[in-house]
Structures are given as structure tokens and as C-alpha cells.
């Protein structure tokens, strides 16, 4: 199976993200996302916030109402083995943008709505949760681009 690009979001500060059929990733991230914590979120070394959609039916199948944008992800990926990923790997989203995973993303009580009785911190475990990344080179990405893994 091809890993692709399920969803773009963004929002104009906080969640849920909202889809986008495509956009432009600069060096601190997606055109017209801000975030509103600034001192935990963006940045260079946090532009963009990823997550796997089998990861989320996962969570749904648990019974937690989250769907792709709702954990705060700027770019939902299909097919990828998340659990396989660490930092320092280097993917391509599309036939531009390349980003590094910088470090795993902690779940905050922002995010609370997406779990089942508030517990956003089942999106804690190891292998599960989102990632942050740096932007490596910038452009234009679109949903259904296939993702590849660059470096490992």
C-alpha cells in the first residue's frame, strides 16, 4: 500500500483544524494555520503536526469521537507504519515538500473534546501519538499525494 496525504488542516488558532484540499508549507509551517500556544506549538522545529489516519480509526474504534483534524494534525497520512517512525526520518509529502521529524508530540488538555471522557492523554502512548517536524524544503501539497519515507 502507497502512503498518501488523507487530510490537510488548518485553523486560524486552536481545534479542531479544518480540511483543505491543499496548501503551501513555508519554513514555519502551513499557510494561513496559526497556533495560539505558541511556546509549545510551531516554530521551526514544530511546523508541522502529523498523525496517521489508522491511528485515529484505532482511537474511534475505541469509542473516542476524534476524527483527522480534530488532534490538532496539520497533515493526516494513510498508509505509513507509524509505530516504525522516529526522530531524525526524513519524509517527502508530494513531489516537493520534505520534512525531519523533530520529536513526538504530547497530548495537552486542548485536545480533551477528541477522547472519550476528556482523556486526551491516551493519545500518549509510545508509537501512537502525532509528530513534529522541520521543514526541509518548502511548496505545495495536496491531499491524496503519496508520502515516502526519504531517510530512516
Not at 114 to 120: I, M, R, V
Amino acid at each position: 500500500m502507497t502512503a498518501r496525504i488523507f487530510q490537510l488542516s488548518r485553523s486560524d488558532g486552536g481545534v479542531p483544524k479544518l480540511a483543505v484540499r491543499e496548501a503551501h508549507v513555508g519554513p514555519n509551517g502551513m499557510a494561513g494555520d496559526r497556533q495560539e500556544h505558541t511556546k509549545i506549538h510551531g516554530g521551526p522545529n514544530r511546523a508541522l503536526c502529523l498523525y496517521s489516519v489508522e491511528m485515529i480509526q484505532k482511537l474511534q474504534a475505541e469509542g473516542h469521537p476524534i476524527y483527522p483534524g480534530s488532534a490538532g494534525e496539520n497533515v493526516t497520512i494513510s498508509g505509513l507504519e507509524w509505530s516504525a517512525l522516529a526522530s531524525g526520518t526524513q519524509l517527502a509529502l508530494g513531489d516537493i515538500v520534505t520534512v525531519e521529524l523533530t520529536h513526538e508530540s504530547e497530548p495537552c488538555r486542548t485536545i480533551a473534546s477528541s477522547f472519550s471522557g476528556g482523556t486526551f492523554k491516551r493519545l500518549g502512548e509510545p508509537g501512537e501519538m502525532r509528530w513534529y517536524c522541520r521543514i526541509l524544503t518548502t511548496g505545495t501539497v495536496a491531499t491524496g499525494q503519496p508520502v515516502r519515507i526519504i531517510r530512516a
